[in-house]
Each structure stands twice: as structure tokens, then as C-alpha cells.
């Protein structure tokens, strides 16, 4: 919460995660952000966004995007403009989710991946998913509007043992 009370306004989810090793399947994973209404915050989600899915009103965008972990330090990153947001939505849920090509794959089968979330140069929140190893998809972070229209992050480091598609309809169903 920034010190005048506003709470948050511009933050990135940041990715990282090494390359497959030399002969193995690419390991691609995705950033995914479901954004709920203020009147059903635990409901389906009003939109999800994704690589190859944007949100309507460009508040939450892709700016980097990775199918293979190479690259230097965060290879993908996602932006959510929260002061832009309209205020039919009271709740953002982030996680990031492992493609399932080439086989099974968990956090766990995956070297130096980690994942920061920043709002400028300050760190809200860093994991290495050590907690969800065996995991093949995880929520990150949870975004809640107050009643003053402020936005706040809360922790949700919760594994799921799903594809990416049903992860994108389940993620957000639970109350942390």
C-alpha cells in the first residue's frame, strides 16, 4: 500500500524459469490473471487473461512472453493497471500455470524458476515455487479491491494439480 493510503497502482508479475536441457521437450509456462466481479468475487471469472487472451479494457496485459525460459532473468511478464481497472471488479487472481507437452511437469522438474511481484521498485512478493513442487499449476497472489476503491495484495501460494485450462477455471474458486 503506497503511504498516502491509495493502495496499489501499476504492479508486473514477473517469471522466470531455465531452459530445457538440450534434446528434452520445451518447458513453457504461462502467467494467467482471472479478474472477478465486485458482486461475485468467488464466482467464474469475468475475464482471464493470458498469452493469447487480453483483457477488454487493456488494463492487464502480457509484455513479455516466453514458450522456452530463455533469455535473462524474468522471461515473462504481465502488467495489471489496478488504478485503471473499473470498478465492477473487486478481486484479481494471479498464478501461473506449466503446459503439458512433452509430458507431466511440476514446479518441481523445474531449475531457477521463481517469480516476483514488483509495483515500481518496490518487491511485493518473491517465491521459487519450492512450496508447490509438485504442483503443475499455482496461484500466486490475490488482488482485493476495499470499499474505499483502494486495491491490496494478498499471498496465495496454493498448488493445483491441473492443465492449464482447468487451472484458468478453478483458480480463483477458493477463499484464502
Given at each position: 500500500m503506497h503511504?498516502d493510503?491509495?493502495?496499489?497502482g501499476?504492479?508486473q508479475v514477473r517469471?522466470?524459469w531455465d531452459p530445457?536441457p538440450?534434446?528434452?521437450?520445451?518447458r513453457?509456462l504461462d502467467?494467467v490473471?482471472?479478474?472477478?466481479?465486485?458482486?461475485?468475487?468467488?464466482?467464474?471469472?469475468?475475464y482471464?487473461?493470458y498469452?493469447e487472451?487480453?483483457?477488454?479494457d487493456?488494463?492487464?496485459t502480457?509484455?513479455?512472453?516466453?514458450?522456452t525460459?530463455?533469455?535473462?532473468?524474468f522471461v515473462?511478464?504481465m502488467?495489471l493497471?489496478?488504478?485503471?481497472l473499473s470498478s465492477?471488479y473487486?478481486?484479481?487472481?494471479?498464478g501461473?500455470?506449466?503446459?503439458?507437452?512433452?509430458?507431466?511437469?511440476?514446479?518441481g522438474?523445474?531449475?531457477?524458476?521463481g517469480?516476483l511481484?514488483?509495483?515500481?521498485?518496490?518487491?511485493?512478493l518473491?517465491?521459487?515455487?519450492?512450496?508447490?513442487?509438485d504442483?503443475t499449476a499455482?496461484t500466486i497472489?490475490?488482488f482485493?479491491r476495499?470499499?474505499?476503491?483502494?486495491w491490496?495484495?494478498?499471498?496465495?501460494?496454493?498448488?493445483f494439480?491441473s492443465?492449464?485450462t482447468?487451472?484458468?477455471a478453478?483458480?480463483?474458486r477458493?477463499r484464502g
Amino acid at each position: 500500500m503506497h503511504a498516502d493510503g491509495a493502495g496499489l497502482g501499476r504492479v508486473q508479475v514477473r517469471l522466470k524459469w531455465d531452459p530445457s536441457p538440450f534434446g528434452e521437450p520445451a518447458r513453457h509456462l504461462d502467467i494467467v490473471a482471472a479478474t472477478y466481479a465486485a458482486r461475485d468475487p468467488y464466482g467464474r471469472p469475468e475475464y482471464v487473461v493470458y498469452h493469447e487472451n487480453r483483457a477488454p479494457d487493456g488494463t492487464i496485459t502480457m509484455t513479455r512472453h516466453s514458450e522456452t525460459g530463455l533469455g535473462l532473468g524474468f522471461v515473462e511478464v504481465m502488467e495489471l493497471e489496478f488504478e485503471r481497472l473499473s470498478s465492477a471488479y473487486g478481486r484479481v487472481v494471479v498464478g501461473v500455470a506449466i503446459h503439458q507437452n512433452g509430458g507431466p511437469r511440476t514446479f518441481g522438474d523445474l531449475s531457477h524458476a521463481g517469480v516476483l511481484v514488483v509495483e515500481g521498485y518496490r518487491q511485493l512478493l518473491a517465491d521459487d515455487f519450492a512450496g508447490v513442487a509438485d504442483a503443475t499449476a499455482a496461484t500466486i497472489a490475490e488482488f482485493n479491491r476495499d470499499p474505499s476503491g483502494a486495491w491490496h495484495l494478498k499471498e496465495l501460494i496454493r498448488g493445483f494439480d491441473s492443465t492449464p485450462t482447468a487451472f484458468m477455471a478453478e483458480m480463483g474458486r477458493h477463499r484464502g
